[in-house]
Each structure stands twice: as C-alpha cells, then as structure tokens.
Nanobody, 116 residues
C-alpha cells in the first residue's frame, strides 16, 4: 500500500507564493506519474498539473506561467510551486498517482487560502 501526504498549504496574500509538497511512500516513486488537482468549495475537483516519470510536465491553462510542478525522486516527493497567487486559487490541493499499481491513489489534501 502506498500513501501520499501533502503539506505546505496555508494562507497567502494575492500575489504571494506557496510551495506544496506531496511525499509518497514506496520504492517505485521514480516510475510514477504524478498529478496535482484542486477543489474549491462548491466546485468539482479539477486537474492542475502533471509530471511524468521522465519529468515532462503539463499544466492547466489557468496556472500556466504561475505554477511549477517538479519532483525529487531521492525524496519520493513531488512539489507544486505556486507564484502570483490569486483569490480564485483558493482550494484544497490534492496529489494523485496517475499510473502503475497504485493508480488513482489520492492524498488527504492541503488547504490553500488566498486573500485579496
């Protein structure tokens, strides 16, 4: 069984930055494609960014140029650097495994609140 633990959420002002982390247990992290998703109150969960095992990245249009996804395989951790935050970025952010044996595994989420 693999577990994902997100951290780094909190309160930020508009225009500010936060860095989220998602730490994974297990020894196959380097072969795992990972994604970040978010869910704002009253909204459906939406995709934010993906990083493949080879470190290829992709982003939702609404975060392009502001957010950066990265990974450190030595630490079994994927990151989401969030810059130029907007109030509409307020949401619970989740990481998810996108391939392999544990496909579909979610973390518990970390709350990001951006004040105007």
């Amino acid at each position: 069984q693999v577990q994902l633990v997100e951290s780094g959420g909190g309160l930020a002002q508009a225009g500010g930055s936060l860095r989220l982390s998602c730490a994974a247990s297990g020894s196959t992290f380097s072969a795992t494609n990972m994604g970040w998703f978010r869910q704002a109150p009253g909204n459906q969960r939406e995709w934010v960014a993906t990083i493949l095992s080879g470190s290829t990245t992709s982003y939702a249009d609404f975060v392009k140029g502001r957010f950066t996804i990265s990974r450190d395989n030595a630490k079994n951790t994927v990151y989401l650097q969030m810059n130029s935050l907007k109030p509409e970025d307020t949401a619970v952010y989740y990481c998810k495994i996108l391939n392999g044996r544990y496909i579909g595994t979610w973390g518990q989420g970390t709350l990001v609140t951006v004040s105007s």
